[in-house]
């Protein structure tokens, strides 16, 4: 039997189904993983993703979009495939996309968050592992050096550096993308007993706004405004996306201590890079244990490789006897690498 | 080793000034004496010697984490740091080793280096089962012999001067020799830095160096009248101080090593001269009944032997031509203007470097243009009423090279930095065409078709020059035109043009190219230039007949002052 997805100039195939899977370039029929804008693209005909994803998406490719949403685990019949969404535990409304054919399962995870320590996302429905034959796997963070701290734990070092901002008469800037960092960043210090407020970029506001309205439960916290009195504030925590540093924008805190959150970050040479005062490394992304875990899980015993430092993973894995190879995909691969997390 | 893991830290992620003299006076306000001087040894630049060779580190690293090498090397690759790669893969700790960081350096790793490779891979993971991440970080950074941060030792000494209320002036003289690699500090050698005696003129106390700008332009129009300056040739050798006391000799190098014993020609004939006399100048590999310096390649070779044997001192014999004098009858001659202090060394009888006697600055400039030819690196302008002064202060120091040799080169392979530019492709392998191709067709070929007899032919590796942008642009370029990947080398389709600069060039039999250069940079981009116009190995074997200095290959100038 033939493959059931290929990799094409405009991107991942699927034959029988005739539908791309987040592709690059546009194409009659698109299924979205989620609505990163390397993964959703405008210029599609038609487009099927998570209904989670819909407002995220609509806010990207206008009002008039061909969108069309399914709940997780709901089956769709697509030419001779049946399709169904399962959550990725990446930002709202992620989906990793079940394709079946004649009795051959393959699931394209597109970018998923699990981590060795056993967190999940808890601003999205979180990642579940789905058996199938083939699996084709992110590897954003695909080397044994990236292996992430338990969340509260990072959680506690924003909280003690935020702590710390405060103490010395400063507001604490911390820059993380506006679709699901932030998200997760706002729930995870938006909380009782901090050492001032919590306000966020308008990019951010609107984002949230997305999630509310999906039925996920943020902390109220305040949008920053051209009035926004930073200088009567005390200790206060800003959220926003790193375009903001170093910015006009930025400078309306007034004294400020700034930091950055991702996973790039547990790399010193690009901390330093980032020449901000704190690194913290927090990702969306599944670090090295979590790959392999969620490779285990799927029980496939063949993977696909896509975007990131695939060749390692998949060496590795060919090592541990699975059919290993990869797929060169133009998701945010290592050309934005460390200066862009999607 | 906790409090001095937060310091590092703190002085790691700061980027400004005052926060990291802030990090440090608290740590020194914290720190017993015997921590506080480990502290200041390691980052005033203090290198204790590697403890644990690299490979038996990396071996180590993939038992520890049950990893093949191949996986570990890459993330290794992907850090460009061996510490931080080992302190990441790592499993975490089992228990928690918290001991001061005097006693990590004198009972753990110092003595690593004596102990055999079953005995020191006992000790090696043990000490790793019982750190943080940051902790085992820090700790393969100081046995492997690769500990470096970003402070100045002049901001140490601001941080020791306002902690402890001293003069930093004082602090710094007290401070020289204080990283010698032989000489463990202690409390007693930390508490010395802080004491009110000036004098400083015990035992072989050097003085700090006096460093000189780079002049920008021509002196005509920045340094006023020719007669203000003496002109002195730039020497491509070691700078060096030489102290006579207490009818001893003590040879520094400017990186405040003590060198005495490698260099006993020199120790001889300081050995002749007064008590209380320190001379600054310049060791020279040179020749009996040669009127110039050999060139900097044969010193090299000298320095690069562990033992002397009497056939590498009778092939390079040392000498030291003296710039200054820093002390004479015991006495601080440093605050004497340049020209009283020249003529003390000729009283002296001490072999002084001569002075360029040149009217005017244009028969100065004359004969700065003759400097190749002379092997040395241009011209230094002293003023002649001008104090000895302190690192790189004032501008009564002048060095005015010739402009380096350069030539048009094309990158072909690149490799990932380390530190600050891991992860991104910043030291790259250049080529010249072996012969001129015919136009921008032939050269194409060429790279479509290898094996041809038109071909690029590497001949030099670069890594500084360029600013943060055009690093991050050519590192762009690199990651869209790889051919091949070997480990963290990239192979690339030949597209970018280099003006390459460097100080001197030979022939080599270590190089495929047949040719070495020294010192080699990028000069600029030249976006202008296509492929086909860059230089070829003919150019590279004109300039050789031009320039006669030069050593046999790019490495690290020693004392480059």
Redesign the interface.
Known sequence: MPDLVTRRPQGLYCEPGDFYIDPWLPVARAVITHAHADHCRPGHSAYLAHRDALGLMRARLGDDAPLEGLAYGETRRIGAVDVSLHPAGHVLGSAQVRIEHRGEAWVIAGDYFVSGAGDCNTTCAPFEPVRCNVFVTESTFGLPIYRWAPQTEVLDEMRAWWTDCARQGKHALLMGYSLGKAQRLIAGLATADVPGPVLVHGAVARLNAAYREAGIQLPEVETVTPETPFKSLRGALVIAPPAVQDSRWAKALGPHSDAFASGWMRLRGARRRRSVDRGFVFSDHADWPGLLSAIAATGAQRVIVTHGDEGALVRYLAELGLQAQAFATEFGDEAHGVEAEA | MKRFVALYLAL????STLAKVAALKHYLADAPARDAAWAVYLLAGGTPRRAVPTNELRALACEA?A??E???E??YA????LA??IA??LPDPEDRLDEPLADWMEQRILPLRALDVAARREAVLAAWRGLSADERFMFVKLVGGGFRVGVSKLLVQRALSEWSGRDAAGIAQRMMGYTDIDTPPTAERFQALLTDDVSGARGGQPYPFFLAHALPGEPAASLGTRADWLAEWKYDGIRAQVVKREGQVWIWSRGEELVTARFPEVEAVASTWPDGTVVDGELLAWLPDEAEPAPFALLQKRIGRTKLSKAILAEAPVRMLAYDLLESEGVDRRHEPMHVRRARLEQLGIATSPLVAAEDWAGLATARAQSRERRVEGLMLKHRDAPYGMGRTGNAWWKWKVAPLSVDAVLVYAQA????????YTDYSFAVWNRAPRDAADAEAALEATGGELALVPFAKAYSGLT?EEIKRVD?VI??TTLE?FGPVRRVRPSMVFELGFEGIQASTRHKSGIAVRFPRMLRIRDDKPLHEADTLDTLRRLMAVGAGGGTDGTEDLADD
């Open positions: 790691d992620a700061s980027t984490a990893l093949p191949w996986l570990f890459a993330g992907a850090t460009g740091d931080e790669a990441y893969v930095g380390h530190g600050r530019r891991a992860n991104l943060d762009r990651r869209q990947k």
